[in-house]
Every structure is written in structure tokens, then in C-alpha cells.
């Protein structure tokens, strides 16, 4: 069984902000959302009691607490802060793996202390964190990711929370599903639509009605009703790749059935790019024939690809590409590699110009 | 078929046209020259579908006949003869080409005339007047920023403006950009047209070194460019260009004056010590000193240069890649420079300090934003 710790910082920009101007301590701040449209990127405690919280337009916000202080987004004063809890967190471990600026899973079961109680070393973090930093956080402490994770938002702010694992299943249940890692609003609307509220209830319903109604995610679901999760820690989370492909029940041999198989992944591949803001320069197919024989046909470009429409040009492109396969395909896949961002995150950025 | 042409005068015909012939033609009969004798003109044609090149040489022949010719044992063959009278003996059953000079006899198999591709005629189009040198200019000045990248199709080539008095050639990559404008060719109605990198190159290629004028005859498909006994048609880039006007600034309020040739020489060297992907290089403006710097962290390679310059504006840094930055000052032939700059996220604009009064250059490039290593 392995020892994983989850931590958050609490509130983390707002808290930040309330550290370096102290005229902010213990009043209602909205960092970022103050532009005419903007958006609330973090609230501290104070404005979170108003209902106040980040993504929410600035304009509401400040309907729904007046008094509230806008505060301008410092990043560069928030990743530093950033590299000193990550500096940190590998004195312990190097199975760190951020999530984002604020928060990130560490792997304690090997440490470089040599510690057995992974409490201890979380309550060592927090200690030092607060000292380094004069920052707070709030730790969870358990034996997979999804349960760490849940457990760090049971007690904010500067919470410790331990989930032993003869505890796991009943907290589990009694979760409502929104506070499930991987549950966003969207699906736990259509959770509720389908009478699944809380862990107890998602736990009752079979494998395949929840891989029916959610696809690939109702095996996550699934498990994690269970709290069973194992994926592994990984240090190196930065993603090389975006990619999707599909088996067929039946074996595809005109141009035309594989051109229509080729859409949703490239839809699918584009909404995830659209997400993460990224785009890549090299697109792949990966075609498997009904012999099981496979290739892979590559092209890269000079400008990042982002859209549904251009990828699945490219990809019906590279379908012909020197031909359209001459035996039966039982499998497609598309992937999109060398993403931008990566090589961004690694070097200064060229400006385009906005034509 | 027979005709008896000067090797020299025929290779040299060859040579101005053969950039066109593609390696690996889509089509295979357009690794051949099109020869056309008719009363004792030899027509020869090079085309690789989106540009063809055409040229003529005046050969002694007693009739007229056609034979698609592979053109680089051709080509070869020529290069390596003495300059001497060559007669071509042509089979038009067999497609089978003889040449026999005074070193022997040298046989090489044809390809059917008939299957050559028509090259497009322009009708009903715009003409245009240029003087050679003027051409080759503006080509120059211009054709290294194009693009090369076939997501953008209209980069892909230089746009072409002709307005009452003007002629404006521009070119993008999406990071820099080359405006070159010329005050002293009459161009009639205005229009544009996007001629592809590839013909711009021949055709500059190709221009001879002695101003001659240039008639360009263009519709919306095709452009026509003929001068001396050569002739271009090209396939026009059906696309719409940016709208470059808008990204040039208006008012950059940073003006640095300074000598070129110390500007370029110094971002050459400092450029060894940058990133070898990004190739970025910051400056640094303050007072009137300019410093150049580098770093490479992948190697811990660091380097910084000093400059004197004449400067108006606040101090600041920005980043560029230092490739682009010297090829437009490689393609400046002032010996000062005015960079106008705004702040470190805004294009750049470099000018030659003084210019010839019948063009006006201006190029523009996008700064690199600087990770900054805390």
C-alpha cells in the first residue's frame, strides 16, 4: 500500500495577495475579475463567506459582495512562491507531481527521510511551507491520489485530514459526487439526472450502466466509488502527446466510412487542445489493419493545429497519403504531438502577429 | 525532324529555365523540356504545373516538328561538351533523340510531345511595365520573410500592390514582416495578386543583371512575366492576405539610431551564445547604450555586448530572435538603422536611416517574450 499526501494551498493568489498587502488581511479580495469583463481567478476566505469564487465574471462578484477589493494578478510573484513549496516538497520525495501552481501530489512511501508516517512528513510541509512562505496549506493523506486529493478539501484552510483505509469506503459513500475528483458540474448534472447524489448511490450502479452513460470515465467512476485508484504518481506530468483512437466492431474498407471515423477523434482531440489552450505541430494516424499488422503516417507543420476541422483535413490527408489503405482497418487513431506549450514552458515565446 | 544548334547557346537557353523542372514531378513527363520547332525557331518549355518558364533560340531546321526531351541528361550532356556546332536528329514515331557532335553520337529516348501540359494563357488581364532591376529589388528585398508554411496558404507567397503610383511588395511569416513600396512605376488601376515564392525566385533567378523592361500581364488565376526571349507563367495564390496594414504601429515612441553594421555584427556574435531553438537575444536600452546579451541554459553558455546609439524613449528590454534580426539587417543597405520600438510585447519596426527617394522599406518583427530567470 502506498502513501500518498495531496496538498493545496489555501486560497492561494488571494492568500498571497493578503501577505504582501497587509491593508487586505481578514477583508473580502477577488484577485484578477476587476476589467469590465474579467474573471475572478481566486477569493480569499473572507469573500468566499459572500459567495464569492474564482472563474465567477467580476461583475457579479462584486454584486454579490460590494465591498469587495480587487486585487491585480501578480503570476511571476505566484510561481515563485510556486517553486518554493515544489523545493519543498522534493527535500522529501522526487515523486512529486504539480497539478497546478498551488497544488500537487507527492509519493511519501519511499522519502528521503526515511519517515514511516506519512502524517508526520504532511505536518513537517505544512510547518515549513508556513514558515518559507508565511503561507498556509492544507494536507490530505491516504493511500491512492483520489482519496489524498478528496481528503485535503475536508478541512480547509489549514486542515490535515488522514483517510485510513478502513475508513475509505464509508467516507467515500457518504460524499456527494460534486466533491469527487474528475466529477465536474456538467457530470454531476447528469449524475443527478440519473439519481446518483452521493458515493453510496454512484457505488449501486453496475460497470456497464455507468460505462453506458459516461464511456471511458464510468471504469473512473466506478473504481473510485470504491476508492480504488491506482494510478501511479508521476513526476513527469507534462503531456507529449494528445491522442485518441477507436476499435471498430466492424472492419472499415471504403475511404468514405474511415473519413467519417476520423471525425470524432479529431473533435475529440481539439476540444482537449481548446482546453489546455495548446496546439501542436505534428499530426499522426496510426492505422491497424484486420491482420493486426499497423502503421503510423506523420506530417509536422510550422504553425501549432488547434482545430477539429483543420485536424481532420490533415488527417483524411494523411489517410491518402501515398494511398488509402488497401486492407480492411479494424483500428484508427489520431495524435497530436509536439504541443506548443511544452516548447513554450521551455524557452522564451516568439509573438505572432494577431492576423 | 533535324536541326543544327550552337551547344553553348542551347545550354545557356536550358539553364535559364531549368529551375523550374521539379526533382520528383507529380507528372513524369514534366522531367522534360517541351522542344518545338516551327520555321526555324526553337521554342522550349520547363513547366512543373504551377509555373512554367518558356524561352527561344533561333536553330537551323528544314521542317518543323515536336519532342519532349529529358532534360537532365540533357542538361548533362551539354555541360560537358565543347562549344560546337550539335545536330538533333529526332525519331517522332519512336520518340528516340539522336545528337551527334563532332565527339560522337549520343542517343537518348523522348516522351511523346502531345503529353506535355498546355501552359495557360492569360486573357483579358492587367498590364504592367517594371524595370528589371526594380523587380529583382523588390523580390529581394522581401522573399526571405515568405512562409513556409502550407497551413497559411497566403503566406506562402509575396502580395503584390499595385496602387495609382505605387507598386507595394509584401511578405509574412506571421513573425516578421517586409514591406517594400516603389514611388516610380505607373501601375494604372489598383489591384493585388499573390505571386507564389517559387515563381519569384526564378523569375529573380533569371532576371538579367542589365536593366531591361519587364511586361507583367496578370488575371485572377495567372500572371505572365516576359522580358528578353523568356517568358514566366505562374498560377496565382487564390487567397485572401492578411491585413498587414493593421499590425504595422503607428506610434512606436522608442526610437534607437544606430550604426548597422556594428548592430549586425554584434548580434551575430551574441547569437553563438543563444538558445539553438529559439535563437533569442535580448536588448537592452538605456541612456544611449545598447547591450546585447544571450544565455543558453541547456549549455550554461552566456555572452553580453555593449553599444553606443542615439536613443529617445524609456528604458526597457526585449527579446528577438536574433535569425531574424540579422537577415533584415543583412538586407539593408543603409549604413545607419532606426528601431522603433514600444514596449516588449509589441512588433518592432527597423528602417533604414535615409532612404532612396523612389522606394520606401519597412520591415517589422515580432519580439520573443523573455522567460526571465529568477
Known amino acids: 500500500m502506498r502513501k500518498i499526501i495531496h496538498i493545496d494551498m489555501d486560497a492561494f493568489f488571494a492568500s498571497v495577495e493578503q501577505r504582501d498587502f497587509p491593508e487586505l488581511r481578514g477583508k473580502p479580495v477577488a484577485v484578477g475579475g476587476g476589467g469590465p469583463r474579467g474573471v475572478v481567478a481566486a477569493a480569499s476566505y473572507e469573500a468566499r463567506a459572500y459567495g464569492v469564487h474564482s472563474a465567477m465574471p467580476g461583475s457579479l462578484a462584486k454584486r454579490k459582495c460590494p465591498h469587495l477589493i480587487f486585487a491585480k494578478t501578480r503570476f511571476e510573484v ?18 512529486v507531481e504539480p497539478l497546478s501552481l498551488d497544488e500537487a501530489y507527492l509519493d511519501v512511501t519511499e522519502n528521503k527521510f526515511g519517515l514511516a508516517s506519512a502524517t508526520q512528513i504532511a505536518k513537517e510541509i505544512k510547518q515549513r511551507i508556513l514558515e518559507e512562505t508565511k503561507l498556509t496549506a492544507s494536507a490530505g493523506v491516504s493511500y491512492n491520489k483520489f482519496l489524498a486529493k478528496v481528503a485535503s478539501a ?4 489549514d486542515g490535515l485530514t488522514v483517510v485510513r483505509p478502513e475508513k475509505a469506503e464509508a467516507l467515500v459513500e457518504t460524499l456527494p459526487i460534486e466533491k469527487f475528483y474528475g466529477i465536474g458540474s456538467v457530470t454531476a448534472a447528469r449524475m443527478h439526472a440519473l439519481g446518483i447524489h452521493t458515493g453510496l448511490d454512484l457505488k449501486q450502479r453496475s460497470l456497464a450502466e455507468l460505462s453506458k452513460h459516461f464511456g471511458k470515465s ?20 507534462i503531456r507529449k502527446s494528445v491522442g485518441a483512437e477507436r476499435t471498430y466492431a466492424e472492419d472499415l474498407t471504403t475511404a468514405e466510412e474511415m473519413d467519417e471515423r476520423l471525425k470524432p477523434l479529431a473533435d475529440e482531440i481539439a476540444e482537449y487542445l481548446l482546453e489546455k489552450n495548446n496546439a501542436g505541430r505534428t499530426v499522426t494516424i496510426k492505422i491497424k489493419y484486420a491482420d493486426f499488422t499497423m502503421n503510423t503516417r506523420s506530417k509536422t507543420f510550422l504553425s501549432g493545429i488547434q482545430s477539429a476541422e483543420l485536424l481532420w483535413q490533415l488527417a483524411k490527408e494523411l489517410l491518402r497519403t501515398p494511398f488509402v489503405p488497401q486492407l480492411p482497418v479494424r483500428l484508427l487513431g489520431i495524435s497530436v504531438s509536439n504541443l506548443l506549450s511544452e516548447e513554450e514552458a521551455r524557452f522564451g515565446h516568439q509573438l505572432a502577429f494577431p492576423f | 525532324m533535324k536541326f543544327i544548334v550552337s551547344s553553348s547557346a542551347l545550354l545557356k537557353q536550358l539553364q535559364s529555365i531549368n529551375g523550374v523542372v521539379a526533382n ?3 507528372v513524369p513527363i514534366l522531367e522534360n523540356f517541351l522542344f518545338d520547332v516551327t520555321d526555324g525557331l526553337l521554342t522550349i518549355t520547363a513547366s512543373d504545373l504551377e509555373t ?13 516538328g515536336r519532342i519532349a526531351a529529358p532534360a ?7 555541360k560537358n561538351l565543347p562549344d560546337q556546332p550539335v545536330t538533333f536528329t529526332i525519331d517522332e514515331e519512336t520518340y528516340t533523340i539522336e545528337i551527334s557532335s563532332s565527339n560522337g553520337r549520343y542517343k537518348l529516348s523522348g516522351e511523346n510531345a502531345t503529353d506535355f501540359p498546355k501552359v495557360p494563357q492569360v486573357r483579358g488581364g492587367n498590364a504592367i511595365e517594371i524595370p528589371s532591376n526594380a523587380l529583382a529589388r523588390a523580390i529581394n528585398k522581401t522573399i526571405f520573410a515568405v512562409s513556409t508554411d502550407e497551413l497559411r496558404p497566403a503566406m506562402t507567397g509575396i502580395f503584390v500592390q499595385l496602387n495609382e503610383g505605387n507598386i507595394t511588395f509584401v511578405a509574412t511569416d506571421g513573425h516578421r514582416l517586409l514591406r517594400y513600396r516603389r514611388n516610380d ?3 494604372g488601376e489598383s489591384t493585388s495578386i ?16 542589365e536593366p531591361t523592361s519587364v511586361k507583367v500581364e496578370f488575371n485572377n488565376a495567372n500572371a505572365f512575366f516576359s522580358f528578353d526571349n523568356i517568358r514566366m507563367i505562374c498560377r496565382l495564390i487564390d487567397e485572401r492576405f492578411p491585413d498587414y496594414e493593421n499590425v504595422i504601429p503607428k506610434l512606436n515612441p522608442n526610437k534607437l539610431l544606430i550604426d548597422r553594421y556594428d548592430l549586425l555584427s554584434s548580434v551575430k556574435r551574441i547569437s553563438i551564445y543563444s538558445n539553438k531553438t529559439t535563437h533569442q537575444v535580448r536588448l537592452k536600452i538605456t541612456g544611449s547604450e545598447l547591450v546585447i546579451s544571450a544565455e543558453d541554459l541547456d549549455f550554461s553558455n552566456e555572452a553580453s555586448e555593449r553599444l553606443s546609439c542615439q536613443y529617445e524613449g524609456e528604458d526597457m528590454e526585449i527579446g528577438f530572435n536574433a535569425k531574424f534580426l540579422i537577415e533584415m539587417l543583412n538586407n539593408i543597405d543603409a549604413d545607419e538603422v532606426n528601431l522603433e520600438l514600444s514596449t516588449p510585447n509589441r512588433a518592432g519596426l527597423l528602417m533604414p536611416a535615409g532612404t532612396d527617394e523612389n522606394e520606401d522599406i519597412l520591415m517589422l518583427v515580432m519580439p520573443v517574450m523573455l522567460n526571465n530567470y529568477v
Open chain 1, 78 to 95: 505566484y510561481e515563485s512562491v510556486s517553486r518554493q513549496i515544489r523545493e519543498i516538497f522534493l527535500s522529501y520525495t522526487d515523486l
Open chain 1, 154 to 157: 475536508l478541512q480547509k484552510p
Open chain 1, 218 to 237: 464510468g471504469l473512473y467512476y466506478y473504481e473510485i466509488a470504491r476508492a480504488h485508484d491506482d494510478r501511479q504518481v508521476n513526476p513527469n506530468r
Open chain 2, 24 to 26: 520528383n514531378p507529380v
Open chain 2, 52 to 64: 512554367s518558364m518558356i524561352t527561344e533560340i533561333p536553330v537551323e531546321a528544314k521542317e518543323n
Open chain 2, 72 to 78: 537532365r541528361i540533357l542538361l548533362d550532356t551539354l
Open chain 2, 185 to 187: 512605376v505607373s501601375t
Open chain 2, 194 to 209: 499573390i505571386v507564389p515564392r517559387k515563381a519569384f525566385n526564378l523569375l529573380k533567378a533569371t532576371l538579367p543583371a
